[in-house]
């Protein structure tokens, strides 16, 4: 059984954001804009999406 993912992209600058979101944003494993990384659906991973979800795009 494979485990279900989501894509999410970085399409807003982190620069001029708070340190926690900006340590979020990297703990998703997005370092420059439009980068996708596609990561496990959990909901600690959506969490972390949530609380910076003004900066990403997502795909289920």
Known sequence: MSEKKI????????????ESHR????GLGLRRMHQTSELID???VRGMI???SYLLKCEG
């Open 7 to 18: 894509k999410v992209t970085l399409v807003k600058s982190v620069i001029g954001t708070k």
């Open 50 to 52: 949530n609380k910076v």
């Open 42 to 44: 959990t909901p600690e």
């Open 23 to 26: 340590a979020t944003v990297r």
